[in-house]
């Protein structure tokens, strides 16, 4: 079961004289051949719903996404979340087909990707600053990065300068 939601493996299972594992769905015991593994729990694969739509995601093949606490299938993660998910600076989904700007981690709509000073959109090419979470074009960075000291403005380590692409 492919789970891109989540960086969690399932606990090994080996020997055929290990305890039942438990259905997270149902309460009930697990003697599928298969066991299902999503959000830190095992599953039968007829438990192993959407938490939208109730589509079955047990099936071989089928992918099955977790955010929020909720276990998705495909079409209800992207219409919930979009493909990119959250924009960094306004907090609203980025649909799937919508065109994203990325910095440290962190994803923006084209139109939220703007200096935190002036407000100008930042642009493929332009070179900006990401300070403490706040995005810098080169005419607005701090006067700290200038001068190549910190001041009360910093308190995480200094990002190297970026450029857009």
Known sequence: ???PGSSSQPPPVTGSSLPWKR???CGGKIADRFLLYAMDSYWHSRCLKCSCCQA???DIGTSCYTKSGMILCRNDYIRLFGNSGAC???GQSIPASELVMRAQGNVY???CFTCST???RLVPGDRFHYINGSLFCEHDRPTALINGHLNSLQSNPLL???KVC
């Open 56 to 58: 079955q995601l047990g």
């Open 109 to 111: 709509h084209l139109k």
């Open 23 to 25: 259905c997270a769905g």
């Open 160 to 162: 190297p300068d970026q």
């Open 88 to 90: 960094s600076a306004c």
């Open 118 to 120: 002036c407000r100008n």
């Open 1 to 3: 079961m492919v789970n």
